[in-house]
């Protein structure tokens, strides 16, 4: 077993991220000295799955802590941040759109984002989650590629800019198309349509990019310019005038998108 890291991690939090990392840190036996939870039923919850003991106060922090991870929510990690006591180790926060700056007055600080979306029960495959990292300098970089490296085979480095870039990307392929999918459920179920017979068609959508230029997979009207079809949509949208103005909006973008396309090729 290795020795890395020789002293023990301290988790804050006890939300989804909090709790898959300290699931994963007993799954392949990283020390940990325990984490922060301030809801008593989730704290309870978790000591009994992980095994691991809560506190609640940072003064419980180790000194010798060799990563604290600052699993809270975004607007938070600043204040808790300069709350946490001194330590040797390296302070992380885990958020996409935040500066790797919002943990002040810290020499030693990084970043270690998972570009996945998590929820706390999730079974999540590690083996399948990047995680972007950052760090204050070279040495604290080198750390964290190390710790990171534990977790996942997919470990890439990104500053802070490069970061919120790559989450507005996630928002485009995780949150819209999980909107969308939201509204093609109500759009079937609005005529009694069983909406998981659309499941197949969403499987193969999803199979279909990670093999192909999904610039190159477009079907359907639109893509086709086909008016009398999308006129027909935008009919019996008409009940429906935010679905209608979602279908229009994105119609138009594929067919600006295809000319781009068509242009460069
Ligand atoms: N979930 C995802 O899909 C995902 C993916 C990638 C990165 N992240 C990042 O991971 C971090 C944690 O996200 P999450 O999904 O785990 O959030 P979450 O489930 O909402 O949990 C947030 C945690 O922060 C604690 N907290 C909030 N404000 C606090 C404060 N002022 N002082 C102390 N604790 C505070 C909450 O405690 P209470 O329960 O007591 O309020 C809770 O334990 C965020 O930076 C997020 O951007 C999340």
Not at 140 to 145: A, G, H, S
Not at 186 to 195: F, R, V
Request: proline content about 6%.
């Amino acid at each position: 077993m290795s020795n890395f890291p020789a002293d023990p991690v301290f988790v804050v939090g006890s939300g989804n991220l909090a709790r898959n990392f300290l699931l994963k840190f007993r799954d392949i036996k990283i020390p940990v000295h325990g984490f922060l939870a301030r809801n008593k039923t989730l704290a309870k919850k978790i000591e009994e799955e992980t095994g691991f003991p809560a506190f609640d106060h940072t003064k419980d922090i180790p000194g010798n802590t060799s990563f604290c991870f600052l699993a809270v929510s975004d607007q938070a990690i600043s204040e808790v941040a300069s709350g946490i006591p001194p330590i040797s180790g390296i302070l992380i926060h885990h958020s996409g759109t935040t500066d790797i700056e919002a943990i002040q007055c810290v020499r030693k600080k990084g970043v270690i984002w998972p570009l996945q979306s998590l929820t706390a029960y999730s079974h999540l495959n590690w083996n399948e989650i990047p995680l972007m990292i950052e760090g204050s300098d070279k040495d604290v970089l080198n750390e964290i590629q190390k710790f990171a490296s534990l977790l996942s085979p997919i470990v890439e480095e990104a500053d802070s800019a490069r970061r919120v870039m790559c989450h507005l990307a996630a928002v485009f392929s995780n949150n819209f198309v999980n909107h969308l999918i939201a509204v093609a459920f109500d759009i079937a179920k609005s005529e009694g349509i069983d909406p998981t017979l659309l499941i197949p068609l969403i499987q193969e959508t999803l199979k279909r990019v990670q093999s192909a230029n999904p610039a190159d997979l477009q079907t359907g009207p639109a893509i086709r310019n086909d008016q009398p079809t999308i006129a027909r949509h935008q009919e019996l949208l008409s009940q429906h005038p935010e679905y209608q103005q979602l279908y229009n909006m994105l119609t138009s973008d594929i067919i600006r998108y295809r000319n781009i396309n068509t242009t460069k090729k």
